[in-house]
C-alpha cells in the first residue's frame, strides 16, 4: 500500500480547540505525554497505583519472551473489589453505579453499596453451583444489569468469563461454548427488543446438546416468558442467588490470571478467543477512561451505549468505569423504541454529561433528521466519544453540532478486542481536534504506519498500523492456539503488532485510520481506501450511510461499487446517482469515482455495528452470499438483494 492515493484522498481542515474550562480542570493534561516517553515503563506502573492491590507489584513488564507479555507479574489484585467494594470502603456506598432503562421504560437504580451486595450473592452462588478459580463461565445475557453483576462475580472468585452476543444463534454460542470449555452458562429468558420480548434461553437449550461439559444453566428471569427447564441442569437466579449471603470475602488474584475470554470473528476461519489478564488490562481500562473521558465521578453521568457483548461493552460499561467509581446510564433496547428519539430522552432524564457511541449510531441518527434531537434538552453533555468504526468527517461535524451543541470535544478513539483498551485518542482537554481523525497514541502507548518492508512511512503517507511496544491490557494469545497469535499478530512485521487496519499520517504526523486492510481496493494500480470513498459520499447532503467495496472487473482490477442509503428528506433518482459520482470525484479524485451506485435501506452490519463489506462484495460480483452468522439481522442481505436491479 505504497500509493500516493491512499495519502493524498481526503482534505479536511477543520480544526477544533478544546473549550477552555474544560483543559483547566482536565484530568490528563499535556505533561503526561512527555512523562511516559521519558519513562514508559514508571509512567504505567504508577497509572498501576490508581487501582487497589491486595500485594502491590514491584515488576512492571516482563518481556523476556515477547511477544508473550507479563505486566504487573508478582502483584496479586481482585478486579471487583477495585470495582466495588473500595469505593463503599471510602463512604461512596450510597453513589448511583447504575441507571438501569429498561427498553419498556421500567427501571432500576443501583448504587455501589447494593452492587456490592449483589456481586457477593452471585460470587456465592457460583461457587455453590460448583465454579472454581480457572474454571470458565459463559455469560448470554441482553443488556441488563445481571449482566455486569455476573462478570463482576466471576472476575471477584477468579473464573473466566465469556461474553457472547445475545443475537448471536445457537451455532455460533455452541462453537464458543466448546471452545472455552464452558462449565456453566448463564443467561435469560428473553430481553425486550424493538417492543417484544425476544427468547434467548432456547438458542442455549439448543447449543448444550452439543456442549456436554455445561454443568449447569443459571437463568435470570426478565420477560416472564414461557421457558423450557432441563431438570438437575438449569436453575433460576431468583432461587439460587437471592438466597446467598450478601458476604463474600475476595481474594487477590495473580495478575496475570486470566480475566475473560471475547471472541473475535475475524474475516476467515473460526472466531479467535482473545485472552485479557488481571491487573495489566484494569490498569490501562481504567486509566483510559479517566484519562480519555475525563470522567469526574462525582459530577458525571456517563453512558456508553455498546453492548455488553462487544469489548467496548467490557472496558468501558464495566470495568473502565467501576474501577474509576463512574455513574452511569445502562439502556436495555434499541434506539428507535418507542420512538427515534429515545437517546435523548435518556440523556435528557438522567443528564448525561459523557456519552460514548459508535459512527453507525451517528450516521442512523443523521438519517433521521436534525429536528429529533432538537426536541430534547441536550445541554448536559459535555465529552462525546466515537468507538468501531472510523468516523466520517461529516457525521463527526453533525455529531457536534446537533449532540453536543457545538461545544462538547468529540474523542474519536480506536482500539480493538485484542488491544482491551483505547490506544489512539485525542484527550479532550489537550487535543486540537480534527474530525475524523484518532490522531496520537495516547501517554504510554507507541503506534505507527509502515509500509509493505516495515519501514515507517513520513508524514503524509499512508500504510499499515502498527503498535510498537507492548502494553498493559495487550492480549495475552488466542485462547488455546499461541500460534494463532504469533501468526496473526506478530508474523507481518517482526517484532511489531499487526493491527490489520489501514492507516495515513498527516502533515502534523496525525493518524487517519482508513478501515480494515482487506477492504483496501485496488483500482488501475491505485490504493484507495473504502473509508475515504465513504466518507466522500457521506460528505453530500443527500447521504447519510454508505458502503464501498472493490468489485472484480476486467478492465480496472477492481471497481468501486457504493451502497448509499440516503438522508430521510431526499428524494431517489438518476440525476441524484450521477451527483454523487460526480461528487466523489470533486472531493477525491475521478479515480475514486464509483463505477456503479446502489441505493438501498440497509447495510449488512455485525452486532457491533461494523458493515460487512464481505457480503457487499458477494451482492457486487453476483455470487451467492457467504456467511452471515455474525450479522445482527440476517434478513438484511436479502432486503438488499430484493431492492436492486439485476447487475448489467
Ligand atoms: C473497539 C472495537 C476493532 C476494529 C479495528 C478498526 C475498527 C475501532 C475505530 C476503528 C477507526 C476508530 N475501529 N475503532 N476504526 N476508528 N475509532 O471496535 O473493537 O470490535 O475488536 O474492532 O474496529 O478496524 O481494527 P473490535
Known sequence: MSNESLANLLKEERRFAPPAALAASANV???????????????????????????????????????????????????????VDRHVEAGLGDRVAIHFEGEG??????????????????????????????????????MIPEAVVSMLACARIGATHSVVFGGFSADAVASRIQDADAKLVITADGGHRRGKPSALKPAI???????????????????GQDTAFTE????????????????????????EHPLFILYTSGTT???????????????????????????????????????IGWVTGHSYIVYGPLANGATQVIYEGTPDTPHQGRFWEIVQKYGVTILYTAPTAIRTFMKWGDDIPAKFDLSSLRVLGSVG????????????????????PIVDTWWQT???????????????????????????????????????????????????????????????????????????FEGRYF?????????????????????????????????????????HPAVAESAVVGATDATTGQAIVAFVILRGTAEANDDLVADLRNHVGRTLGPIAKPKRILLVNELPKTRSGKIMRRLLRDVAENREIGDVTTLADSSVMNLIQAQLPTAP
Open 232 to 255: 438437575g441442569r438449569d436453575v433460576w437466579w431468583h432461587d439460587v442467588v437471592d438466597r446467598q449471603s450478601a458476604e463474600h470475602t475476595p481474594e487477590g488474584h495473580e495478575a
Open 389 to 408: 468504526e472510523p468516523i466520517n468527517p461529516e457525521a463527526w461535524v453533525w455529531y457536534r453540532e446537533h449532540i453536543g451543541g457545538g461545544r462538547c
Open 269 to 307: 476461519g473460526k472466531p479467535k478467543g482473545i485472552l485479557h489478564t488481571t491487573g495489566g488490562y484494569l490498569t490501562q481500562a481504567s486509566y483510559t477512561h479517566h484519562a480519555v473521558f475525563d470522567l469526574k465521578p462525582e459530577t458525571d453521568v456517563y453512558w456508553c451505549t455498546a453492548d
Open 105 to 142: 421504560g421500567d427501571t432500576r437504580t443501583i448504587t455501589y453499596a447494593d452492587l456490592k451486595d449483589e456481586v457477593s450473592r452471585a460470587a456465592n452462588a457460583l461457587l455453590e453451583l460448583g465454579v472454581h478459580k480457572g474454571d470458565r463461565v459463559a455469560i448470554y445475557l441482553p
Open 29 to 83: 493534561t499535556a505533561d503526561a505525554y512527555g512523562q511516559a516517553s521519558e519513562d514508559r515503563l514508571a509512567f504505567w506502573a504508577e497509572q498501576a497505583r490508581r487501582l487497589s492491590w491486595s500485594v502491590e507489584p514491584t515488576e512492571t513488564l516482563d518481556w523476556s519472551n515477547p511477544p508473550f507479555a507479563k505486566w504487573f507479574a508478582d502483584g496479586r489484585i481482585n478486579v471487583a473489589y477495585n470495582c
Open 418 to 492: 485484542e488491544t482491551g483498551a483505547i490506544m489512539i485518542s485525542p484527550l479532550p482537554g489537550v487535543t486540537e481536534t480534527k474530525p475524523g481523525s484518532a490522531q496520537r497514541a495516547l501517554p504510554g502507548i507507541a503506534a505507527t504506519v509502515v509500509d509493505d518492508e516495515a519501514r515507517e512511512v513520513p508524514d503524509g503517507s499512508g500504510g499499515y498500523l502498527v503498535l510498537t511496544e507492548p502494553w498493559p491490557s495487550m492480549l495475552r494469545t488466542v485462547w488455546g492456539d499461541d500460534q494463532r497469535y504469533l501468526d496473526t499478530y506478530w508474523s507481518r
Open 499 to 539: 493491527a490489520g487496519d489501514g492507516a495515513k499520517k498527516d502533515e502534523d504526523g496525525d493518524i487517519w485510520l482508513l478501515g480494515r486492510v482487506d477492504d483496501v481496493m485496488l483500482v488501475s494500480g491505485h490504493n484507495i481506501s473504502t473509508t475515504e470513498v465513504e466518507s466522500a459520499l457521506v460528505s
Open 205 to 223: 437449550d439448543e447449543a448444550l446438546d452439543r456442549c456436554p461439559g455445561v454443568e449447569h444453566v443459571l437463568v435470570v428471569r426478565r420477560t
